[in-house]
């Protein structure tokens, strides 16, 4: 074969992908249809958990660098604040939403994959592919029409909604388009009063207005618009539409000048119900779109980036068995893909009730709920997508009831960013556990996928099995149940 691993798709979530596979050593080629990276500001945040993931890329200072960080989120209705949310209260590196135009995560991520050692190879198109028992036969197109013939070991289609890949597939984008219209506008705000590093959405009898600051005086409006073609492609809006929504849905005194990029939009809400059809992958926007409502789209795709990297990785180094670990990617994946569309579906349907009785229901339940800790956490840890785990998933190994510290399946605490679990070249799992001869067997026995070293121990009870991603492998009181998860999994 001429390569392990083909990636189709050099946006976010390609990148991530093909940069991940080559950290941990992995041969991989990544392609891509169009000339260059985009030059549009599109996904803008990066949240807490994937900048954690980032970290273990080793590259996090860039990013951090070159973004705007933002530590809270306001919702206003009636012309008075009915929500504050805090993200810089979260436990983790990283308490604040990263504001970063994607054209810049992918120039980032484009850096960082050449350092690595791998080119995007640009205006190449997959043709088509055929997937075999032991390989995946692809056929390439180059911008002078010549065609390529390739074999890799597995295809990954992150190509985006309109996905080759899946297209080639024959699978079904289940789904449907909100029958509602939006625009977008990046532009340069004056008379801002909110912080800098704070969101505002504005929830107006018309509809919703949300305000993203991307740079001091840069911000992204987004709001619905009334159009009696709801649901139809409208055309590009203008610096004073924009002007208008700001005036009539705002608290006002805020100017509109300079607009970077303008667009209309409607919201698909669609996904696939498989991930994985033999050697061939989807992640991100090929296998999920919805609500840009929360902004966790590109987030979802580079995490589904991070999850089928290592699992990848493990295969080709002969330290795993493909089943269960490869089929644990729709599983793990898809319900995490369900659970951010239904979240961003009803965030929008919230935002955008246009009843006036609901909306003052809307905004007197949600001053409540809104005014209760406990309510604001869970919707900080959400946003964050801190809350993310996996404890339905076949790699997940609850034992003997353990009294403290992370469940099976959870996100493992990130106490330092000096070392995160997973980070190097090589995609080991780490042991949180008291040193003691039955660790050091266990080590020992498994030195190819454990860290040399165990780590304290997240409680005085417990034994806890981390990752390559940060994630709870098995937690229990006994070393023999934690022995057993190798054997149970396919890891060897």
């Known amino acids: 074969m001429n390569q392990n691993v083909l990636v189709v798709g050099a946006g976010p979530v390609g990148l991530t992908m093909a940069a991940e596979l080559a950290r941990y050593g992995v041969p991989v080629r990544i392609i891509d249809k169009a000339s260059g990276r985009t030059d549009k500001s599109k996904a803008l945040v990066l949240w807490s958990r994937t900048m954690e993931l980032i970290d273990r890329m080793g590259c996090d200072a860039s990013f951090v660098g070159a973004g705007l960080k933002v530590t809270g989120t306001n919702i206003i209705a009636g012309g008075r604040q009915i929500a504050h949310i805090r993200l810089d209260t979260v436990e983790t590196p990283h308490p604040y939403a990263l504001m970063l135009p994607q054209s810049e995560t992918e120039r980032l991520l484009e850096q960082h994959l050449t350092a690595l050692g791998v080119r995007v190879e640009r205006e190449v198109e997959l043709v088509r592919f055929a997937a075999e028992t032991d390989r995946v036969a692809a056929v390439l197109r180059y911008a002078d029409g010549h065609e390529e013939t390739v074999e890799p070991a597995w295809l990954i289609g992150c190509d985006g909604a309109h996905s080759a890949v899946r297209h080639g597939l024959g699978m079904q984008f289940e789904g449907e388009t909100l029958p509602s219209n939006w625009i977008l506008a990046d532009v340069h705000l004056a008379g801002i009063r909110t912080p800098p590093d704070e969101m505002d959405m504005y929830w107006h009898s018309d509809g919703v207005l949300a305000l993203f600051p991307i740079t001091r005086d840069r911000y992204r409006i987004i709001a619905d618009v009334a159009d009696p073609k709801a649901g139809a492609d409208r055309s590009d809006p203008t610096l004073e539409e924009a002007q208008a929504l700001l005036d009539r849905r705002g608290p006002g005194g805020i100017a509109a000048s300079s607009p970077i990029w303008l667009a209309g939009f409607v919201i698909n809400e669609r996904k696939v119900a498989d991930y994985r059809a033999g050697r061939v992958f989807l992640a991100g926007d090929a296998a999920h779109i919805h609500s840009p409502a929360g902004g966790q789209g590109m987030n979802t795709g580079m995490q589904d ?135 050091a067997a266990l080590i020992a026995r498994y030195r190819h996928l454990l860290e040399p070293e165990p780590r304290p121990p997240f409680g005085d009870d417990g034994i806890w099995l981390v990752r390559p991603d940060g994630y709870v492998a098995a937690a229990s009181n006994e070393w023999d149940e934690v022995s057993a998860y190798f054997l149970q999994v396919g890891l060897r």
């Open 305 to 439: 980036a991070f999850n089928l990297a290592w699992k990848l990785a493990l295969v080709g180094r002969g330290l795993a068995d493909p089943e269960p670990l490869l089929d644990s990617y729709t599983i793990e994946r898809s319900e995490v893909g369900r659970q951010v569309l239904a979240n961003a579906g009803h965030l929008t349907a919230v935002a955008i009730v246009k009843n006036g009785l609901l909306q003052e229901l809307r905004n007197h339940v949600a001053s409540l709920l809104f005014g209760l800790s406990p309510v604001r956490r869970a919707m900080s840890n959400t946003l964050t997508e801190l809350s993310i785990g996996y404890p339905h998933s076949p790699l997940t190994q609850a034992g003997r009831h353990v009294h403290s510290g992370p469940a099976a399946g959870a996100r493992a605490p990130v106490l330092s960013v000096d070392h995160p679990v997973g980070s190097g070249d090589t995609p080991r799992f780490a042991l949180f556990a008291h040193a003691d001869p039955a660790c």
